[in-house]
């Protein structure tokens, strides 16, 4: 099939035909063909022109419309376009929140991480020196212990009494025994209940013999014998504390409260 005509080209061929038609019509009719003749080839040519003029038309009119069509379809081409880049931008921006919820919540997590390791820490033994012994206690302990020690300090030996009682039945078998029942026998002397001073004072010695306070508490054990006029019990103790523990400073003041005695 021929290719169509574009639109120039077939003015052109308008142009030229009608320019003929107009020549031809303007001869003398009878030069070339007869009346008849001449005639049916100006109709002929007339009907050529008005078919050319109407195709010239059509062939502008749907040049019109493709150019409308081709219109329409840039302008919604572009308004697609535009809705691509505001949902590009809003994609974007939501892109931007999660990844700010994600870093707080990596925030989050570690400090919650770090919350439960502290509170874990808190539950773990730590290691303590008391008394010249080391061992291993739970933070409770050591606070417990502190804090009692902190009142006998303070002078307010009844209710360090309490405490320091209080913590050898919470924690029987904790390393702070021992120094507890220094403590509290001291409270309680202090306070004049000289029997359970030497109760608490003789648990000591009996469960660390070679405890750092061991010397002192049986010096203690004497003084709350003599408080209670058992001279005869109080001599017998200083004579064991200088056989058990002669190099210490307690074997010394012993020394001097026999003579006393005696």
Request: with cysteine; proline share 4%; hydrophobic share 40%.
């Amino acid at each position: 099939m021929a290719a169509r005509m574009s639109f120039p080209h077939r003015s052109r061929v308008l142009s030229t035909v009608v320019f003929a038609a107009a020549a031809t019509w303007a001869m003398p009719s009878h030069a070339l063909f007869g009346d008849d003749e001449a005639r049916r080839a100006i109709l002929e040519l007339r009907q050529r022109v008005d078919a050319l003029q109407q195709a010239n038309q059509r062939a502008g009119e749907r040049s019109g419309d493709e150019v409308s069509q081709l219109r329409r379809s840039l302008l919604d081409l572009q308004a697609q376009i535009e809705a691509l880049r505001t949902e590009q931008a809003s994609l974007r921006g939501q892109n931007e929140q999660l990844l700010r919820d994600v870093a707080e919540l990596q925030r989050r997590q570690k400090d919650m991480a770090r919350g439960v390791d502290e509170r874990l820490r808190q539950f773990e033994p730590v290691a303590v020196n008391v008394d010249g012994r080391e061992f291993r206690a739970d933070p409770a302990e050591k606070r417990d212990f502190e804090a009692a020690l902190a009142v006998f300090r303070s002078g307010k030996f009844p209710e360090a009494a309490t405490a320091f009682g209080n913590f050898v039945r919470q924690y029987p078998q904790s390393g702070y025994v021992p120094s507890a029942r220094f403590w509290l026998g001291n409270a309680q002397y202090a306070t004049r209940d000289y029997k359970e001073a030497i109760a608490n004072f003789k648990g000591l010695l009996a469960a660390a013999p070679d405890h750092a306070r061991a010397p002192e508490a049986a010096l203690s054990i004497a003084n709350c014998q003599i408080e209670l006029k058992d001279t005869r019990a109080a001599r017998k103790t200083l004579e064991d504390l200088l056989r058990a523990y002669p190099q210490s400073e307690a074997a010394a003041a012993a020394k001097e409260r026999l003579a006393r005695l005696k």
